[in-house]
């Protein structure tokens, strides 16, 4: 089956119903069964009601799964290499039975379609995982997000969409496959070469992709994935800023640039094939395909999951029958003595190359060091050390724990009027007291209560934090989960610096400037951490201050210079 290479991709199934007929569908589907969909599921939907999945009219059913996991192909031998599942947990499904509507919804209840439930099952989502990703080492994002569902039923059935998914971010750059091929057209673009992207780009990827389309005759989509990407890429905010940065450097009317809302499951080279039969719909005639294409890194013995080449290969094999070509990914070359990109197998003996690796650039951008402009564009670089910004701007959590007494607020007191004096960032103070005056007014002190109230100061500071300014918190936080988890939080943002205040029970008992020891010692207050309830001491904090015999400012002042050694102070 040699199909010719159409232009514009085949027929489009877009699953809109007329806004007549959405009115009457959201008046019945009171009595349906509400789905809210997570983000991915949402992006699948949202992909399925424009057509850029086409030929699916729904999430698949049975006879498409198997044939997808076994042969890359659907039911009626369509090549289909990705399942395009709706899952729901399994003790849910049973109250979904087949033959009926469900409405599919939004986090915030927005029904955004309706799906016929023609087939529920339960899959075996090890095996999927095998079929689909090679693999079921937990190391591979794809097989993690897969089996970390636990179990669940898959609907399958076809679906009729009300209104697509609201973005309200880059509006003017998200365009559905109608819209792309009429704007080709409009533009009298015959070829389209298509750029998959995760990454902020550099110059060698704009010299990469211009040779692409030159070398095919054709235009040029810069087509980056704006749905799920890799655990720990870029946020697609940054990256769009870099590629707007990047278009201005086009010749001019050779690229359009476009936002797909992709859920992508770092497949390597089946999720290849499939970005270019979703490229196809979007209108394009041909598709660059890197080297390790999708690839989800290494695997827990440190060796690529797939062969770099695989990708490429496959694509290959089917492009005549998906009617989009490959065009390799060609790894270009920085030659100073010619001021310029060539490929690597075009340099002349003996000519200098320059190159700077991921890992390279990225310890260049954590100590703020120079990042050449043969590399890059000025705007990237601004955007990525806007991302990685020196430890003089982030935000900063002083999160000091220990007993009551011990002198927590006191010295928290004390920084934050320094803080206040120096006024490089903005500051905030959330001692225990104030908090449970206010956020955790209706808590008491069981072990359940205290985790929520620090969980509580960890979601305020790490706010603060994310934001460029100094949280002070000040509760006992007496339990070591707890306050780790607040620590995972921040540390994504900021820096999390955790302060023991370990001054002893007995001088804490001595002090007792609140009479709450003596209350606790004759029984009138219940669990008194130190006295009746436990403190378990962190192991790995930053700072232990033992206030007996230092004064709040001396106290204080062990911060401050702790502060100025990490290079926190501009
Ligand atoms: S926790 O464990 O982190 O949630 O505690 P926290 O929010 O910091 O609240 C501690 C303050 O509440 C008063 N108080 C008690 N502390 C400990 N145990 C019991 N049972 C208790 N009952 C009341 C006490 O004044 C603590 O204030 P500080 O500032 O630590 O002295």
Not at 319 to 329: A, S, Y
Not at 427 to 442: A, F, H, Q, Y
Not at 511 to 539: C, H, M, N, W
Request: charged share 20%.
């Amino acid at each position: 089956m040699n199909a010719p290479i159409t232009p514009y991709g085949g027929e489009l199934c877009q699953l809109f119903v007329a806004d007549e007929e959405s009115q009457g569908i959201k008046a019945e589907s009171i009595a349906y069964t509400s789905l809210e969909l997570s983000a991915p599921q949402l992006c699948d939907l949202e992909l399925l009601l424009v057509g850029a999945f086409s030929p699916l009219r729904g999430f698949m059913g049975r006879a498409d799964y198997e044939a997808v996991l076994e042969h890359m192909r659907l039911a009626d031998g369509t090549v289909w290499p990705m399942p395009i599942m709706l899952s729901v947990p399994l003790d849910r499904a049973e109250a979904i039975p087949e033959g009926g509507w469900v409405a599919l919804r939004d986090a915030e209840g927005v029904m955004l379609a309706r799906m016929w439930v023609q087939e529920r099952w339960q899959p075996d989502l090890r095996r999927e995982a095998q079929a689909v990703f090679g693999t079921l080492d937990p190391a591979h994002p794809g097989v993690a997000r897969l089996l970390g569902q636990g179990q669940v039923a898959y609907l399958g059935g076809p679906i009729e969409g009300l209104e697509p998914p609201a973005h309200h971010d880059f509006r003017n750059l998200r365009r559905t496959p109608a819209e792309l091929r009429h704007e080709f057209t409009r533009m009298g673009w015959r070829k389209v070469v298509a750029f998959q992207t995760r990454n902020p780009m550099h110059r060698a990827h704009k010299e990469l992709t211009v040779r692409a389309a030159s070398s095919a005759g054709a235009n040029l989509l810069l087509h980056p994935v704006v749905g799920l990407t890799k655990p720990g890429d870029i946020d697609h905010y940054a990256r769009v800023r870099c590629y707007q940065a990047i278009a201005r450097s086009y010749p001019p009317g050779l690229m359009m640039l476009s936002l797909l809302p992709l859920a992508m499951r770092m497949g390597g080279p089946r999720e290849a094939l499939w970005h270019a039969i979703i490229r196809r719909n979007y209108g394009c005639t041909h598709f660059i395909v890197g080297r390790d294409h999708a690839g989800p890194g290494v695997d827990g013995a440190g060796r690529p999951f797939y062969d770099p080449y695989a990708a490429q290969e496959l694509v290959q094999q089917y492009q005549d029958e998906i009617g989009i070509q490959m065009v390799p990914f060609q790894e270009l070359v920085y030659v100073p003595a010619r001021a310029q990109y060539m490929p690597q197998d075009e340099v002349p003996d003996g000519c200098e190359v320059a190159s700077i690796s991921g890992t390279e650039l990225r310890r260049r951008m954590r100590e703020g060091l120079d990042i050449p402009s043969w590399f890059t564009y000025p705007e990237v670089v601004a955007e990525l050390r806007r991302l990685h910004p020196p430890r003089t701007e982030i935000g900063i959590t002083l999160f000091f724990t220990g007993l009551s007494g011990a002198g927590k607020s006191t010295v928290a007191n004390v920084l934050l009027a320094w803080f206040l004096e120096l006024g490089q960032r903005p500051v905030t103070l959330l001692d225990g007291d104030i908090v449970r005056k206010n956020l955790s007014s209706e808590l008491g002190f069981s072990r359940a209560h205290r985790d929520l109230n620090i969980l509580r100061i960890g979601f305020v500071a790490n706010e603060i934090t994310k934001n460029g300014g100094i949280a002070l918190c000040a509760p006992i936080a007496p339990y070591a989960a707890a306050r780790r988890a607040v620590r995972e939080l921040v540390s994504q943002h900021g820096a999390f610096i955790e302060i023991h205040v370990a001054t002893p029970v007995d001088v804490c008992e001595q002090r007792d400037r609140k009479g709450l020891y003596a209350k606790a010692r004759a029984g009138l207050i219940k669990q008194f951490t130190g006295v009746s309830d436990p403190y378990e001491a962190p192991e790995h904090a930053e700072l232990v201050l033992d206030t007996t015999e230092l004064t709040p400012e001396q106290a204080a002042q062990e911060v401050w210079l702790y502060l100025e050694r990490e290079g926190y102070f501009a």
